[in-house]
């Protein structure tokens, strides 16, 4: 059974950073391709970036120059490095792993880590 850990989340200021955690056991496999997620208040859950098995990585526009993911396979990790924060970065966020062939997250969500960007 897989279990996603998101963790990092908290209160920053506009133009703050944060750094956020994934922990993933279970059988996902270091082939996976793993995706970051958010869920702004009111609004669906979107794919913010994601993360091949060999490191290379894609963003959507929103956060691409803003947001870089990372992976430690060795420690089953994903990271997300959050830069540059604006209020509307305030969303609760979630990683996964993405199948490869319906594109659509494959396993069970965690509960995600909040991130409120605020003055």
């Known amino acids: 059974q897989v279990q996603l850990v998101e963790s990092g989340g908290g209160l920053v200021q506009p133009g703050g950073s944060l750094r956020l955690s994934c922990a993933y056991s279970?059988?996902?496999?270091?082939?996976?391709?793993m995706g970051w997620y958010r869920q702004a208040p009111g609004k669906q859950r979107e794919l913010v970036g994601a993360i091949t098995s060999s490191g290379s990585t894609a963003y959507s526009d929103s956060v691409k120059g803003r947001f870089t993911i990372s992976r430690d396979n060795a420690k089953n990790t994903v990271i997300l490095q959050l830069n540059s924060l604006k209020p509307e970065h305030t969303a609760v966020y979630y990683c996964?792993?993405?199948?490869?062939?319906?594109?659509?997250?494959?396993?069970?969500w965690g509960n995600g880590t909040l991130v409120t960007v605020s003055s």
């Open positions: 996964n792993a993405i199948d490869s062939c319906s594109a659509v997250p494959k396993y069970a």
């Open positions: 279970g059988s996902i496999f270091r082939f996976d391709v």
